[in-house]
């Protein structure tokens, strides 16, 4: 969706991102959702940077699953724009050493 000034607003590129994510690599989710499920691999621990692409929407899945409110889900994936100075950090020095 476009923002008044005519530019695609953050919101909606992440919702891109996250529904690509799911139909591309649905295999790769479902295999993740599998594995995170089977309590034969207890404990399980996943995580990455600031968890806001692929984590972030895998941790709002396994909460999902888990029963837990959308209000608590929300405010769990909110706390990841805490890491932004970081992820924008890594992303310059990323791309001055490639």
Not at 76 to 90: G, P, R
């Amino acid at each position: 969706r476009l923002s008044l000034e005519g530019k695609v607003s953050l919101a909606s590129n992440l919702c891109a991102v996250n529904r690509a994510i799911l139909f591309v690599n649905h295999d790769e989710v479902l295999k993740a959702m599998c594995a995170l499920t089977n309590v034969s691999n207890y404990p399980v621990v996943f995580g990455c940077v600031a968890g806001k692409d692929r984590t972030g929407l895998m941790a709002c899945l396994i909460l999902g699953a888990l029963g837990v409110s959308k209000e608590v889900i929300l405010a769990d994936y909110l706390k990841t724009n805490e890491a932004s100075e970081h992820i924008n950090a890594c992303a310059q020095v990323g791309t001055c050493l490639w």
